[in-house]
């Protein structure tokens, strides 16, 4: 939900730095080399960045399935360069063992954490005012 609240709403320098902030901090509790997670992670973003400046829709039940793409296709990054890291197939079996869990967690929690990233907003912005006052 965070890449796609930077994907759809903010501009495009400050949404890449704060998703690669995000990316390079849950990178550090990522097992495994450094840096993977992040580039996999920057992979997703581009590509859901690119895909959603073609087909934008903002409603809710079209975001949750833009979620669950963006989840498959990072597990997806994430399984194919452990795997030539480490030169061999086994995470491709755990990719097909956990990825569908993933994805189905991430549909179901967009809502949730999109509503909860617009109150966010809401709290932390100054009030606008109509008129002269």
Do not use: N
Not at 67 to 82: R, T
Not at 97 to 119: C, R, S
Request: with cysteine; proline share 2%; aromatic share 16%.
């Amino acid at each position: 939900a965070a890449l796609l609240t930077g994907a759809l709403s903010m501009p495009m320098i400050s949404s890449t730095v704060s998703i690669l902030i995000l990316a390079f901090f849950c990178d550090w509790f990522a097992s495994g080399p450094i840096g993977i997670y992040a580039f996999a992670l920057m992979l997703t973003f581009g590509a859901v960045r690119l895909l959603l400046a073609r087909f934008r829709s903002e409603r809710v039940f079209a975001l949750m399935i833009w979620a669950c793409l963006a989840c498959i296709l990072f597990e997806s990054l994430q399984a194919a360069m452990y795997s030539l890291y480490y030169l061999s197939g086994q995470y491709w079996v755990i990719f097909v063992k956990t990825f569908w869990k993933d994805a189905i967690a991430t549909t179901i929690m967009t809502p949730l954490v999109m509503w909860l990233l617009l109150h966010i907003d809401h709290w932390t912005s100054r009030r606008r005012t109509t008129g002269l006052t």
